[in-house]
């Protein structure tokens, strides 16, 4: 059982090993702890862009992770670009194309030089 009091980085790094172990589940589950307990927190910053990851690559639910990244965005920082590459997948995922399509397009001009960019160039239809 989790301790009644961890720090935000102590909730960081047990939501990883959990991730990790494979428990996806109870490593977003810790995500959602820490961003309850500890929302203004960097840790929590942090954690939305993994939890979104983990909800959309591991447990299927696109829209989650869409509320995630949408999250991370609002708030900016060193990993939006992670984000706003996830948020693409995730409206990929929610059939949502046209919106998706704009987002690649806006991802494209702000990171021209990524692999992620790369990548939605091959894919654009």
Do not use: C, H, N
């Not at 959309?56 to 590459?85: I, V």
């Amino acid at each position: 059982s989790e301790p009644a009091v961890a720090t935000a980085a102590e909730l960081l790094e047990r939501a990883r090993e959990l991730r990790a172990e494979g428990r996806y589940k109870d490593a977003a589950g810790a995500y959602q702890r820490l961003l309850r307990e500890f929302a203004g927190s960097s840790e929590a910053r942090v954690a939305w862009v993994s939890l979104g990851e983990l909800q959309l690559s591991q447990l299927g639910d696109a829209s989650a992770a869409l509320r995630s990244f949408d999250a991370y965005l609002r708030g900016g920082g060193a990993l939006r670009q992670e984000a706003s590459y996830g948020r693409i997948r995730a409206l990929r995922g929610l059939g949502k194309l046209s919106e998706a399509r704009a987002a690649a397009a806006a991802f494209i001009s702000a990171y021209p030089k990524s692999v992620q960019a790369a990548t939605l160039r091959k894919e654009m239809p």
